[in-house]
């Protein structure tokens, strides 16, 4: 039964690659569509366990790990981020990190949800942290000094959480890869979303060292803690 479960489902997939309008070749060759292309035709079948190829791995402890460890590492990024944007005066755009931390702790919601959420609201304040920041050399006044204080603490913890995420990530994503049909058998919408992590945790990578070149320029407290942590992240 669970042959006849993956045939009906590479033949969806097979359809809506072929027969949907929204989606260009160049569009299936871009990064962002990796996952697509992976469902594509040829040599889709040695990958399915059962029609042709070796049984897949149970991805299930895997699955569990990485959740956990971004969950925990996200929720402290975002904590920071939040400090970070109001120290720069960004009062609408830290209410969307708090408000993407809210709906990251919320267990209605899919963990494939949450964590794309996550990812996005990360993103989009890392972007505006990292235009804020002139480069490192912004100069913060005492008040703004304070909450970039405190922005410090949760985002070394958010280092130290990606430093186990990194490798968990890397090898999911390889899993993934190799067994396209399989992922998104047992991990359903996680199966696209874990794939952007590398590149969330190179974004965020980026964006904490712009922190600490400000917040060594401004004479920030807990600068010298930070700085400590985040040279593990290298």
């Keep these: 039964m669970k042959s006849i479960n993956k045939l009906n489902i590479f033949f969806l997939f097979s359809t809506l690659i072929f027969f949907n309008p929204h989606i260009s070749y160049a569009d299936q060759n871009s990064n962002e569509d990796t996952m697509d292309n992976l469902y594509a035709i040829g ?48 009062d609408e755009e830290a209410q969307k990190v708090l408000a993407g931390i809210e709906f990251a702790k919320n267990s209605k919601n899919s963990d494939a949800d949450r964590m794309a959420n996550s ?12 235009s804020s920041m002139k480069g490192g050399s912004i100069e913060l006044t005492a008040e703004s000094k304070v909450l970039y204080a405190q922005s410090l603490p949760p985002a070394g913890k958010g280092v130290i959480s ?19 049909m399989s992922a998104l058998d047992q991990l359903g919408g996680l199966a696209k979303v874990i794939p952007k992590i590398p590149g969330y945790i190179s974004t965020l990578t980026n964006t904490m060292k712009l922190v600490l070149t400000a917040a060594k320029a401004n004479n920030v407290d807990g600068t010298k803690d930070f700085e400590a942590v985040l040279s593990d992240l290298d």
């Design 43 to 90: 040599g889709l079948m040695d990958k399915v366990p059962g029609m042709g190829g070796g049984d897949a791995p149970d991805m299930g402890g895997q699955k569990t790990e990485l959740v956990k460890l971004f969950s925990e590492s996200s929720e402290y990024y975002m904590t920071a981020q939040a400090y970070l944007l109001k120290s720069l005066k960004k």
């Design 119 to 130: 990812i996005k609201v990360s993103d989009d304040a890392s972007k505006v942290i990292e």
């Design 162 to 180: 990606t430093i186990k995420l990194g490798p968990v990530a890397q090898n999911m994503v390889a899993t993934i890869q190799a067994n396209p």
